[in-house]
């Protein structure tokens, strides 16, 4: 094995020609530094063991511990090596291993309810009426929450996960592992001293994940599992899920698969909007078996099986879709920020004043975290900021009431674009290749000129809406039965074995 320099990842320097070979070295990196370094294979094999989890899972979760220290926006790795901070690790990862002796004396009784489907990263009152679609297709589901959220739907429960992890359920390991992982912590904080790098910023994370799923897994089941944030799988949940019995884990594109976002993701079934979206993820370090174009899963829920409330949204000509930003991730190279701040926005203010009878509406989602920069260059435009709005539509009723939709980045306009409205993604000069890999035949979607947009604009009485695209399953499979496809797909999948 060739030995890499554990800081060497504090010297590396993001490199490439283009926005897909940045991040495509950058996963090789991280892969080559996980499974080249003489300490980190050596930990990573002695916490195999202690843990019972094969070193392949755990060096998947490592990879993507490590590309979360990536900071695109610095261009390097964020790491916390400071003698205070390696103390400061010791501490939580001793406190872990503390907080598993008292499961030592819980008797192994348990009792472990059963469920046909598990959902995951459910966050708000909105994520449980979306998953209700999706659970009236099993007989039972199981939703994990980190909130105190109601959920009264029939055979559907949900739990508080960090309410769960204080639960006495026994996880069955013993005071000799126990020992073994103490000991293993405390050589770990030394080699993080000698060496000048902090291992235990990736080892507490390894035993946390193996202590929060051991816990949740020795009191539940489930034949599948759903996560509906692509970008958060778990290598690691996903071992101790089939180990207690589950069959299938998958995950949705909730976004656009940008470059920055779809590495290392590990599922068995990729839930993607359209067509061959999602497939990038295996090229950037990811593992996925399964591709299968369902539609819009957000959709579903606030458009086609909510009820229409139009009338409490103005007619619109111009609908511009809101993104976060500044967005770290989105900073891959130079091209966001210059094409977002020094085009993307002075179009907008632009096109509003070059035509100050067209209706334009600025529509920024509910979680928009504010932008003074974007509101600066915006102060004298002729349009309406929206964020937060009471449609029981959400952004979608918005974009049914307007002609022309368009965004820098939203994933909305693939999802409007399938589902036949007109609808454009902004990019100036066509440089942001970051956002649309994997999207086929987008470019007549694509405005990237000023005079392109004044046009479009200028045309917009003459546009009908609800016109038929062609390729439509290229960009969102349309219709409203998102969460029956996929129920459908997870039980023939299954069957098939």
């Given at each position: 094995?060739v ?18 070979e940045i ?7 991280v ?18 063991i202690?843990l ?13 511990i ?26 939580i990862?001793l ?11 819980i ?7 059963k ?13 449980v ?14 939703l ?17 996960i ?5 639960n ?15 000991l293993?912590?405390?050589?770990i ?12 910023s990736?080892?507490?994370h ?6 929060k799923?051991?816990?949740?897994y ?6 599948y ?7 958060d ?5 996903n ?20 470059l ?22 295996n ?17 579903e ?17 111009i ?7 500044p ?8 091209d ?9 926005i ?6 509003s004043?070059?035509?100050p ?7 920024h ?13 915006l102060?004298?435009a ?6 937060n ?9 918005w ?18 674009i ?23 035949d ?13 046009k479009i ?25 998102t ?10 999948e299954?069957n098939?074995?």
């Amino acid at each position: 094995m060739v030995n890499m320099g554990l800081r060497s990842i504090l010297q590396y320097t993001s490199n490439g020609q283009n926005v897909y070979e940045i991040v495509k070295n950058l996963t090789k990196f991280v892969k080559k530094f996980v499974a080249e370094n003489f300490l980190f294979q050596k930990s990573l094999s002695d916490l195999s063991i202690i843990l019972d989890i094969p070193k392949t899972v755990l060096e998947k979760r490592s990879n993507q511990i490590l590309f979360g220290f990536y900071k695109f926006d610095k261009k390097k790795f964020i790491l916390k090596n400071n003698i205070l901070f390696i103390f400061y690790d010791l501490v939580i990862s001793l406190g872990l291993s503390i907080f598993m002796v008292l499961h030592v004396f819980i008797p192994n009784k348990n009792k472990i309810k059963k469920f046909d489907l598990i959902c995951e990263n459910i966050s708000s009152d909105v994520d449980v009426k979306r998953h209700k679609f999706l659970s009236e297709n099993f007989n039972s589901t199981l939703l994990l929450g980190y909130k105190n959220l109601e959920c009264n739907y029939e055979n559907t429960k949900l739990i508080n996960i960090k309410k769960e992890l204080f639960n006495l359920v026994s996880i069955n390991f013993s005071f000799k592992k126990i020992a073994s992982l103490t000991l293993f912590l405390i050589k770990i904080f030394f080699y993080s001293i000698l060496n000048r790098y902090n291992f235990l910023s990736v080892f507490k994370h390894l035993i946390y994940d193996f202590i929060k799923y051991k816990k949740i897994y020795s009191k539940y089941s489930a034949k599948y599992h759903f996560n509906y944030r692509f970008y958060d799988t778990n290598p690691i949940h996903n071992y101790i899920f089939k180990k207690s019995g589950g069959l299938k884990t998958s995950c949705y594109q909730k976004n656009l698969c940008m470059l920055s976002l779809s590495c290392f993701v590990y599922a068995d079934i990729f839930f993607s909007l359209g067509q061959n979206q999602g497939k990038i993820c295996n090229d950037l370090g990811g593992e996925i078996d399964l591709f299968k174009p369902v539609g819009s899963f957000f959709m579903e829920n606030a458009w086609f099986k909510q009820k229409k409330d139009l009338a409490r949204i103005p007619d619109i000509d111009i609908l511009i879709i809101g993104i976060n930003v500044p967005y770290p991730r989105g900073c891959i190279n130079n091209d966001f920020y210059n094409s977002y701040y020094k085009e993307f926005i002075p179009w907008i203010a632009k096109i509003s004043k070059e035509f100050p009878n067209k209706k334009i509406y600025y529509k920024h989602h509910s979680y928009f975290k504010g932008d003074t920069r974007a509101t600066a260059l915006l102060e004298n435009a002729n349009l309406e900021v929206i964020v937060n709005d009471k449609s029981l539509n959400s952004t979608y009723g918005w974009a049914f009431k307007s002609k022309i939709i368009i965004s820098f980045g939203s994933t909305m306009i693939v999802e409007l674009i399938g589902n036949g409205k007109q609808a454009y993604f902004i990019d100036p000069g066509g440089i942001n290749h970051q956002w649309f890999y994997g999207i086929n035949d987008l470019e007549k979607y694509k405005i990237k000129t000023y005079e392109t947009l004044k046009k479009i604009v200028a045309n917009s009485s003459n546009i009908k809406t609800d016109q038929k695209v062609q390729n439509e399953n290229f960009f969102c499979i349309s219709g409203g039965n998102t969460s029956k496809i996929i129920s459908n797909f997870l039980k023939n999948e299954t069957n098939k074995n």
